[in-house]
């Protein structure tokens, strides 16, 4: 009986032992595994944190990652083009794991700067490596994030094409005129401008599109007054493309009653104050693609090269139309389901290059003309008569 009670006893005990291991050793592996240090972080451009779209968008992705991943993130303000390198050189130092930069600007700083540590990973946003003949160049440690800013551009188009026929609706005047300012002329920018006015002509073909690009993504004032001449020369929506200096957009809208079209990120929402006037906008889901791309390196996933996004794979997309969301007619939000679902399926192809465009300079008009005009006249008369006494 004595033997059998010591059988039992041991085993009990064996059971014990192995049982409080695993436990211990389970808890070991959480505490190492909180302990293992992955940060991220990112390069804005110019345009800084605060041009509530896309630095914005990107580092909402960085956030979101700290809160979900435990990540540590960092951020560093670029000035200027010259702080590119830099900034890249120093987050890569600093010992992230990743590092992200904002903007198609950035294409030759990444480049560089990967190819200098290629135990970093990093991730450019609107960025692509190419040869002299076009053919893509990879680079194993940097993954080139791109969008098809087109096929929304489009789909933006055909909402901006036919809304503004809805005259009955405050703010939509009768002229068949929409506007579009964007900031420097880059792809991505190009790639917006040349879907709207697509879309657009799809659905309204007799449609005047004004088109400016204000060279510069900072200067609220220069996007106020190119929407400012938009509105004057007819249109009721004008769709900016052009970061901090889209605000300017929405001001100029708000002052003249009219509407506007955000960019980027869900701007009735990053950009709260402008919500009024804002009746949708044309996104880029920055901060999921940023969220992605880092949860990948985190988890050993990640790859080299381009990741696309676009409506097939639910990368961009227009914004819920919110407080606007009475004064669209069902038969407008129907055609913009059908176009997506157009292009969804190959049959509809927006194009990425816009047409050749005529630009209107802002704050010019046939006044200022014949303004300057009499000056130059009056000029030349005063000098006439001076010369004329000067002989006598």
Do not use: W
Not at 142 to 149: A, C, D
Not at 231 to 241: M, N, P, R
Not at 316 to 334: A, R, Y
Not at 352 to 367: D, F, L, M, T
Request: aromatic content about 10%.
């Amino acid at each position: 009986m004595n033997f059998l009670k010591k059988i039992f006893l041991t085993i009990v005990t064996l059971s014990v032992i192995t049982s409080l291991s695993l436990t211990l050793t389970g808890f070991l592996s959480k505490q190492i595994a909180q302990e293992v240090e992955f940060k991220a972080a990112m390069a804005t451009d110019v345009g800084k944190l605060g041009d509530k779209s896309f630095n914005d968008g990107i580092y909402a992705g960085l956030q979101k990652a700290e809160q979900e991943l435990g990540v540590e993130i960092d951020v560093v303000i670029s000035e200027q083009q010259t702080d590119y390198i830099p900034n890249l050189t120093k987050l890569t130092e600093d010992g992230n794991n990743i590092v992200f930069c904002a903007g198609f600007m950035f294409t030759d700083a990444i480049k560089e700067v990967g190819e200098k540590f290629p135990d970093t990973y990093f991730a450019g946003i609107d960025i692509e490596f190419v040869d002299a003949d076009f053919n893509p160049i990879d680079v194993p440690n940097i993954r080139e994030i791109l969008f098809k800013e087109q096929e929304v551009g489009y789909l933006a188009g055909v909402f901006a094409g036919l809304m503004t026929k809805e005259d009955s609706v405050d703010g939509i005047n009768s002229e068949d005129v929409i506007g579009m300012v964007g900031g420097m002329k880059i792809p991505p920018v190009d790639r917006f401008i040349a879907g709207y006015i697509a879309g657009a002509k799809s659905v309204n073909p007799d449609i005047k599109v004004e088109v400016f690009y204000t060279e510069t993504f900072t200067d609220p004032v220069a996007g106020k007054e190119a929407a400012n001449a938009q509105y004057e020369a007819g249109a009721d929506i004008v769709f900016q493309v052009a970061g901090l200096t889209g605000v300017g957009v929405f001001e100029a809208a708000a002052d003249k009653g009219s509407y506007a079209i955000g960019v980027d990120t869900d701007q009735s929402i990053s950009s709260p104050d402008n919500a009024p006037v804002i009746l949708t906008s044309a996104e880029k889901f920055l901060t999921q693609a940023t969220f992605l791309t880092i949860k990948d390196a985190f988890e050993g996933n990640f790859t080299g090269g381009n990741m696309v996004y676009g409506l097939e794979n639910d990368g961009v997309g227009l914004s819920p139309f919110h407080e606007h969301e009475d004064i669209v007619p069902q038969e407008i939000k129907d055609a913009i389901e059908k176009a997506k679902q157009d292009i969804i399926a190959g049959t509809v192809v927006p194009p990425e290059v816009p047409p050749e465009i005529e630009e209107k300079a802002p704050g010019i008009s046939i006044q200022y003309i014949i303004i300057a005009a009499v000056i130059i006249i009056a000029a030349l008369i005063v000098i006439y008569i001076f010369r004329a006494k000067k002989r006598k």
